[in-house]
């Protein structure tokens, strides 16, 4: 999947492998008080979310700049990029298939 976000406020979230509306994976990229981003994501299992991953980013344009969002999910591999530089990569076997959609979620 590949989307352009801007930060207005807070954060933008995404949601991938939705099996249905209570089991999904999902990530956020997140303004940090002061300057910096973090990249967090998590999984929905049953409707409980559960224990965050998070990890600061160094990478990201200026508060207030659009940027191009590219995930990949190929089996249990994930990847996400911003405008094209890699910003993390991780293994999860818990949702082995499923859809992906951009949430839209600003806050």
């Avoid at 999904?24 to 929905?44: D, E, I, N, S, W």
């Avoid at 600061?56 to 249990?76: K, Q, Y």
Wanted: proline residues 4%; aromatic residues 10%; charged residues 20%.
């Amino acid at each position: 999947m590949e989307f352009l976000t801007r930060i207005e406020n807070r954060s933008v979230t995404w949601v991938f492998r939705a099996a249905n509306g209570s089991d999904y994976l999902m990530a956020t990229l997140v303004a940090l008080p002061g300057k910096g981003y973090a990249f967090t994501r998590r999984a929905v299992m049953q409707g409980v979310a559960g224990a965050a991953v998070s990890s600061p980013l160094s990478i990201l344009p200026n508060s207030r700049a659009a940027f191009t969002v590219r995930m990949r999910a190929e089996g249990d591999e994930f990847t996400v990029w911003v405008d094209g530089q890699k910003i993390e990569g991780w293994t999860d076997a818990r949702m082995p298939t499923g859809e992906s959609v951009f949430k839209g979620a600003r806050r």
